[in-house]
């Protein structure tokens, strides 16, 4: 890329070659969709729930290692447990350290081989929990914290991680690919920054290596970089070693191509925002706003006017 990052490009790479992709990269081909796969089985899910934790959120902190279905590379190493942890965070391989005191990553607070969805001090209380489930038909293993609340402030989150087979999800390095979605997002941890149970500095959002030397951070202490958008409700974040190609503006069906097939994805849009079609590139005309204008501007462009 030449120039500045802004919202609109991908978070990276670190000294690995690791990249994060988030919902705002729109132009990029490997920007996320958020599509929220419900494993919870109290609301028809088929998660497997991880009873051996049971966070109450005072020094309760649990983390189970458990085998994985596949073998995933992760920083150049090759994995084939899994250790999750009540707070918000899985690592690859063993783990012991049920770590609730979030930092910056890369960093040697943490543990190893981290992978952070929302690293903070969570409890499973008032129906939190934790589930697993293999989705064997799309390769890949997703870990869903439901229900979880902040211990600070009995703030609501669910979210996953999503497990990418590297055999079937191919990148330039051999890792694999890590999705992670938001479905309820609340960063609300302020604390006081104290070594006491109330730690602080809100969530962490990030990968580390085994070493801790190299790695991303998205967000930590309520602070993201220039290219990572705020998280909310209903976001996803790709962390994946591949660099991705520029979109074209005008192809909202993103087969390389712009057609027919194009205008009526946008006029989709226009009489239905619902519609599942990315709107940032329907905007032709780069004002901002997706409206008839833009649809005479796709016209023109695929009859080449």
């Known amino acids: 890329q030449i120039g500045m990052a802004t919202v609109h490009d991908p978070l990276g790479p670190d000294d690995y070659g690791y990249y994060v992709y988030d919902n705002e990269d729109a132009l990029y081909?490997?920007?996320?969709?958020?599509?929220?796969?419900?494993?919870?089985?109290?609301?028809?899910?088929s998660g497997n729930h991880l009873t051996s934790l049971t966070d109450n959120g005072n020094n309760g902190d649990d983390v189970e290692t458990i085998s994985l279905p596949f073998t995933f590379n992760f920083y150049g190493q090759t994995y084939?447990?899994?250790?999750?942890?009540?707070?918000?965070?899985?690592?690859?391989?063993?783990?012991?350290l049920a770590s609730f005191r979030n930092y910056e990553l890369p960093g040697p607070m943490g543990p190893a081989k981290m992978i952070a969805g929302f690293w903070d001090d969570l409890q499973l209380t008032s129906g939190g929990r934790v589930y697993t489930w293999y989705d064997e038909s799309n390769h890949q293993f997703i870990v869903e914290w439901s229900d979880v609340k902040t211990?600070?402030?009995?703030?609501?989150?669910?979210?996953?991680?999503?497990?990418?087979?590297?055999?079937?999800?191919?990148?330039?390095?051999?890792?694999?690919?890590?999705?992670?979605?938001y479905k309820e997002f609340n960063n609300t941890s302020y604390g006081d920054y104290s070594w006491g149970q109330t730690h602080g500095n809100y969530a962490t959002v990030g990968i580390q290596d085994h070493n801790k030397t190299r790695g991303l951070t998205y967000t930590w202490n309520n602070t993201y970089p220039t290219a990572a958008m705020q998280l909310g409700n209903e976001t996803a974040i790709l962390f994946t070693s591949r660099g991705s190609d520029v979109r074209m503006f005008g192809d909202l069906n993103a087969d390389d191509a712009i057609d027919i097939f194009d205008i009526l994805g946008l006029v989709d849009y226009i009489l239905d925002p619902n519609a599942p079609v990315n709107p940032y590139l329907g905007d032709m005309n780069q004002d901002g706003i997706i409206n008839y204008l833009d649809v005479l501007g796709l016209v023109r462009t695929v009859m080449q006017w």
């Open 151 to 181: 211990y600070q402030n009995n703030s609501t989150n669910t979210f996953q991680i999503i497990l990418k087979d590297p055999s079937h999800y191919l990148t330039p390095t051999g890792d694999g690919e890590i999705l992670m979605q």
């Open 80 to 96: 084939n447990t899994v250790s999750i942890c009540s707070n918000g965070w899985l690592a690859v391989g063993e783990a012991s």
């Open 29 to 45: 081909n490997l920007s996320p969709y958020y599509n929220w796969i419900e494993i919870d089985d109290r609301i028809g899910g």
